[in-house]
């Protein structure tokens, strides 16, 4: 009897979370193949591929997270390689492109541009997560023209979903089964039917005995609260209608600048916690659909 002819072996697939295997050599920074359905401007185009480019260095470093070298900023605030280097790729794309205009960043500090542009950039939104091989993060990038957030791109490398949104044009998600879907708040108006995303300080920050307050009224009322530790993909989250709405306080301008543009174009609100506008480093900040807006508010500005 003739033995079975061996084949020659077959080239091993490198296995990428959230994506189909690529052969070996062939690993990506993201998503690029994959055409928008939408139409996106010259601007957007340049941000999402700076956030491949620096999602590139934070999944090889994510896959070595015990590896890291990790200097301490402030009492369980850390700072990463990783979030360094991320954000030095974020500045040479963008720079290579759009020399002229400044960047706000949360480890680089801020340069300044033409007087008009800026970048407001997070290069790790969720670096204790990410310290902690928790894969919950992202990056978060947006651009302020004249004082007011008109882009905004926020990318988790490891589920591999781009989120992103330009003024006056809506928000799209592309994932690796979904191309520029279009974002929508969620229609829930009832808080007893609401999940509420929210962001609890941590040791040395903000006043927790207020806080605590506030969140026990918030779970009062709610279907469920949840904290996930990356406020840039909560917001997102609500402008998916994931979340119904979401509050925290003492964000920095780059935790939220790219998310609170990408809320409003898809039709939610962006407020304080007494309704009043929020600001970029404001105190507090609510996001939700319009429904919800005065029911949270009175939850919040109760307790």
């Not at 084949?7 to 490198?14: G, L, N």
């Not at 997560?129 to 928790?134: A, E, K, R, T, Y």
């Not at 990408?262 to 007494?274: P, S, T």
Request: net charge positive.
């Amino acid at each position: 009897m003739s033995l079975p002819t061996r084949r020659p072996p077959r080239e091993q697939p490198v296995a990428r979370v959230g994506r189909a295997p690529l052969s070996e050599g062939r690993e990506r920074s993201g998503p690029a193949e994959r055409k928008s359905l939408a139409v996106r401007s010259a601007t957007i185009t340049v941000m999402i591929r700076a956030a491949f480019a620096a999602a590139k260095t934070l999944k090889r470093d994510f896959g070595e997270v015990e590896q890291l070298q990790i200097s301490e900023k402030g009492p369980g605030d850390f700072v990463s390689r990783a979030d360094i280097m991320a954000e030095r790729t974020l500045r040479k794309e963008l720079e290579r492109t759009r020399p002229d205009y400044g960047f706000l960043g949360e480890e680089g500090g801020e340069t300044k541009g033409d007087g008009r542009n800026r970048w407001i950039a997070d290069p790790l939104d969720g670096t204790t997560n990410f310290l902690h091989g928790v894969p919950h993060f992202a990056i978060s990038l947006a651009l302020e023209r004249e004082g007011e957030v008109i882009a905004g791109v926020i990318y988790q490398p490891i589920s591999d979903e781009l989120f992103w949104a330009e003024k006056g044009n809506g928000a799209y998600i592309d994932t690796p089964n979904a191309r520029s879907r279009r974002l929508r708040v969620s229609g829930r108006k009832e808080p007893a039917r609401a999940l509420v995303g929210t962001g609890i300080p941590h040791i040395g920050k903000g006043d927790h005995a207020s806080y605590f307050a506030k969140l026990a009224a918030v779970t009062e009322r709610t279907a469920g609260v949840r904290r996930w530790g990356a406020a840039a993909l909560d917001l997102a989250f609500v402008a998916a209608g994931r979340y119904d709405a979401f509050f925290e306080f003492g964000l920095a301008p780059w935790d939220v600048a790219a998310g609170v543009l990408m809320v409003k174009e898809a039709g939610g609100v962006i407020c304080d916690i007494q309704g009043q506008p929020y600001e970029l480093g404001g105190k507090s900040l609510l996001a939700s659909n319009f429904g919800l807006k005065d029911p949270m508010i009175e939850i919040l500005s109760k307790a």
